[in-house]
T-cell receptor, first 116, second 112 residues
Framework: GAGVSQSPRYKVAKRGQDVALRCDPI?????LFWYQQALGQGPEFLTY????????KSGLPSDRFFAERPEGSVSTLKIQRTQQEDSAVYLC??????????????FGEGSRLTVL | DAKTTQPNSMESNEEEPVHLPCNHS???????IHWYRQLPSQGPEYVIH???SNVNNRMASLAIAEDRKSSTLILHRATLRDAAVYYC?????????????FGKGITLSVRP
């Protein structure tokens, strides 16, 4: 389909393992966002890219979290030395750049990470 | 970002209209009011947004108070598929793009 695609949909990791989550945005969307959603909570902002530039990483909870988008398209969220509190759904969204706060974000279905 | 306040939950009957309220008393003059919804096991989905005037689209209507301190999302005829968490979000323009800051939202249940 033409939507935002995320993989894997489900990931189980042992505490201490590294994980990588992939996001394929809608073609032509220069803006890309990562969110973390804990059970029963709303999504929490992690980081934002415009093309390959990471313009806002204020939401990354620790230096174990790292995101990249080297060619301005596909993005990877990497979590090193996973902890149980990292268990959550990780959502990716993309959009066209729209000035002024209008415009729509398109979300993927998310990657559910469970850390044992 | 300015904050929004929504009830935790609401119930409605199928095929009846639903009015979902949102308070945003600290809204600034340039903030857009956005609504997204999230169905179970899916990512959030855009519903509607507005600035000052009421807005209609194929999914819903957005009624914005004259002082902009509150708004109401209106689903004209609820279906079982409308059962979801609905988020009212203020989006502050900051250059080319700006993030959405989600709260807990309101959980809408639809009775058959």
């Amino acid at each position: 389909g033409a939507g935002v695609s995320q993989s894997p949909r489900y990931k189980v990791a042992k505490r201490g393992q590294d994980v990588a989550l992939r996001c394929d945005p809608i073609s032509g969307h220069v803006s890309l966002f990562w969110y973390q959603q804990a059970l029963g909570q709303g999504p929490e902002f992690l980081t934002y890219f415009q093309n390959e530039a990471q313009l806002d990483k204020s939401g990354l909870p620790s230096d174990r979290f790292f995101a990249e988008r080297p060619e301005g398209s596909v993005s990877t969220l990497k979590i090193q030395r996973t902890q149980q509190e990292d268990s959550a759904v990780y959502l990716c969204a993309s959009s066209l750049p729209t000035s002024g706060g209008a415009g729509e974000l398109f979300f993927g279905e998310g990657s559910r990470l469970t850390v044992l | 970002d300015a904050k929004t306040t929504q009830p935790n939950s609401m119930e409605s009957n199928e095929e009846e209209p639903v009015h979902l309220p949102c308070n945003h008393s600290t809204i600034s003059g340039t903030d857009y009011i956005h609504w997204y919804r999230q169905l179970p096991s899916q990512g959030p989905e855009y519903v509607i947004h507005g600035l000052t005037s009421n807005v209609n689209n194929r999914m819903a209507s957005l009624a914005i108070a004259e002082d902009r301190k509150s708004s109401t999302l209106i689903l004209h005829r609820a279906t079982l598929r409308d059962a979801a968490v609905y988020y009212c979000i203020l989006r502050t323009p900051t250059g080319a793009n700006s993030k959405l800051t989600f709260g807990k939202g309101i959980t809408l249940s639809v009775r058959p």
